[in-house]
């Protein structure tokens, strides 16, 4: 036993005991701490405040949302208003298509109808607040050019209040926890963008805290497309959910 105790404390022995006892693993590699290139240069200055301000949140005008429910929201209204608020915008969180958006105030029905822009709503608690928020997607029409515009709303004492939109051509979209992640074509081939949008408690917005340049899955690691939803379930073909956190629209998941 004193033998056994002193290979244990200089971690020399081979083995101890017979089968089961310590094994030395061998030399630790010491550590290597990140070597800085070019000290001398001056750090780059942050000048990102201003692009902050198109991610604020913007009360949707003329929408009140029912008991702070946002199952009770009618998601085509809300993207009718917003157009109707921000005609013919050209650029910024608002810009589409002036021939899309006389689509969407020509609508009638519901989200996700046939020949509607406005895709079905889906509904995740985005922000932690143990609530729904209500997620829309918009077909922009060409869809490698303009893509789908996405945008998500919270509520506020009743009101409607956008917490994110964002416009890009889009591979899928997929809800992952309080995530929203979005996965684009890269500009060069075998590898896409991938996005990660989460909440921030500060800005009081959906931002875009996480971007990746990943390889593109091949044929083999495509997912398989499982059974078809039933009519009630069906949410058009850009917003899907991990298979552990699934989303069906007009439910909570």
């Given at each position: 036993?004193?033998?056994?105790?002193?290979?244990?404390?200089?971690?020399?022995?081979?083995?101890?005991?017979?089968?089961?006892?310590?094994?030395?693993?061998?030399?630790?590699?010491s550590a290597v701490g990140p070597a800085?290139?070019?000290?001398?240069?001056?750090?780059?200055?942050?000048?990102?405040?201003d692009d902050l301000a198109e991610a604020k949140p913007e009360v949707v005008p003329g929408i009140e949302v029912p008991d702070g429910d946002l199952h009770r929201v009618d998601a085509l209204a809300v993207v009718q208003a917003e157009v109707r608020a921000h005609p013919d915008e050209a650029s910024g969180q608002d810009a589409m298509p002036s021939e899309i958006a006389a689509r969407i105030l020509a609508c009638e029905g519901k989200a996700g109808d046939k020949g509607c822009p406005v895709?079905?709503?889906?509904?995740?608690?985005?922000?932690?607040?143990?609530?729904?928020?209500?997620?829309?997607?918009?077909?922009?029409?060409?869809?490698?050019?303009?893509?789908?515009?996405?945008?998500?709303?919270?509520?506020?004492?009743?009101?409607?209040?956008?917490?994110?939109?964002?416009?890009?051509?889009?591979?899928?979209?997929e809800l992952a926890g309080r995530d929203l992640i979005l996965r684009s074509p890269a500009p060069f081939a075998g590898y896409e963008l991938r996005d990660v949008w989460s909440w921030d408690g500060t800005a009081r917005s959906m931002?875009?805290?996480?971007?990746?340049?990943?390889?593109?899955?091949?044929?083999?690691?495509?997912?398989?497309?499982?059974?078809?939803?039933?009519?009630?379930?069906?949410?058009?073909?850009?917003?899907s959910a991990t298979p552990a956190a699934t989303a069906s629209p007009g439910a909570t998941p």
């Open positions: 036993m004193a033998l056994c105790a002193v290979a244990l404390l200089t971690a020399t022995a081979v083995g101890c005991g017979g089968a089961g006892g310590l094994q030395s693993a061998g030399p630790t590699p800085r290139l070019w000290p001398e240069l001056p750090p780059a200055k942050n000048d990102t405040q895709l079905s709503a889906y509904y995740r608690d985005l922000t932690g607040s143990g609530k729904d928020e209500l997620i829309v997607g918009i077909d922009l029409g060409n869809r490698d050019d303009f893509g789908i515009g996405i945008r998500a709303y919270t509520q506020d004492d009743g009101r409607l209040v956008r917490i994110m939109s964002t416009t890009q051509p889009v591979i899928s979209a931002l875009p805290t996480r971007m990746e340049i990943v390889k593109a899955p091949g044929p083999s690691a495509t997912p398989q497309r499982s059974a078809a939803p039933s009519p009630a379930e069906s949410a058009g073909p850009t917003l």
